[in-house]
Nanobody, 128 residues
């Protein structure tokens, strides 16, 4: 049984940083992706970043580049999301998801494709 577990959320002030962690168990990552998504109250879920399990190729949503970084642990089933220069608009539930697709003919991950396994989320709250 595949399990996805996030941790590391919390409350910070504007300009602060957080590191989110995601551990995927019961699953062997091959040519697929682990991604981070977020959803704020009253808003649609949006992609944040994703990393390919095999080559560690990363993609970050355009609006978050320069502030957010995704990385892989020594164990390929562990993924981190570094959140820097946080703003109140970043307040959301952050979800990790596994078994996502690569872009066609690419070693980079899709941020819009279907991810099949999801965690329960970890809350990030940024105050001004």
């Amino acid at each position: 049984q595949v399990q996805v577990e996030e941790s590391g959320g919390g409350s910070v002030q504007s300009g602060g940083s957080l590191t989110l962690s995601c551990v995927v168990s019961g699953y062997t990552a091959r040519d697929n992706c682990i991604g981070w998504f977020r959803q704020a109250p009253g808003k649609e879920r949006e992609a944040v970043a994703a990393i390919s399990a095999r080559g560690g190729r990363t993609r970050v949503a355009e609006s978050m580049k320069g502030r957010f970084t995704i990385s892989q642990g020594n164990a390929k089933n562990t993924v981190y999301l570094q959140l820097n220069s946080l703003e109140p608009e970043d307040t959301a539930m952050y979800y990790c998801a596994a078994d996502g697709p690569l872009l066609r003919d690419s070693s980079f991950c899709s941020l819009k494709g279907q991810y099949n396994y999801w965690g329960q989320g970890t809350q990030v709250t940024v105050s001004s």
